[in-house]
């Protein structure tokens, strides 16, 4: 995680220079404020994984004398196709649509909008891919 605490360590400092520099130029007080919560989201991310790459066991792709092989192995559960994400956007346009056209509307939404989230959490209890 090294590698990934020297980007956001280079971002936050791009973006501390950048925002005093953008300042003089526009006076704009939003895009410097915007700039300087980058900045300081950049370097507390970079904090966090700088933090947690020295108390790790380096990765293989962070060791010099690594090999690819080195990172084989499983990786995770990586979910198949899913048709319940659909549903579950349709339903939350359905409340939004109920917000303009009726309320009656965004009950109706919610109510499927219940059951599709509930098929979506559950999936892999039942079926093709139960577990």
Same mark, same amino acid.
């Given at each position: 995680m090294k590698s990934e605490t020297w980007i956001f360590g280079i971002n936050a400092i791009f973006? !501390? #220079?950048v925002a005093?520099?953008?300042w003089f130029l526009s006076y704009d007080p939003t895009g410097?404020? !915007? #700039?300087i919560m980058t900045a300081l989201l950049a370097s507390l991310v970079a904090f966090y994984l700088g933090f947690h790459a020295s108390k790790m066991e380096p990765r293989p792709e962070d060791r010099k004398e690594g090999e690819i092989?080195?990172?084989a192995g499983e990786l995770g559960f990586f979910p198949p196709?899913?048709?319940w994400p659909l549903w579950c956007a349709m339903t939350v346009s359905v409340i939004v649509l109920g917000v303009v056209f009726g309320w009656w509307l965004v009950i109706i939404g919610a109510g499927l909008g219940s059951v599709a989230l509930s098929g979506w959490i559950f999936e892999y209890y039942i079926g093709e891919h139960a577990h």
């Open positions: 973006f !501390a #220079l005093p520099a953008y410097t404020a !915007a #700039l092989a080195d990172g196709y899913s048709w």
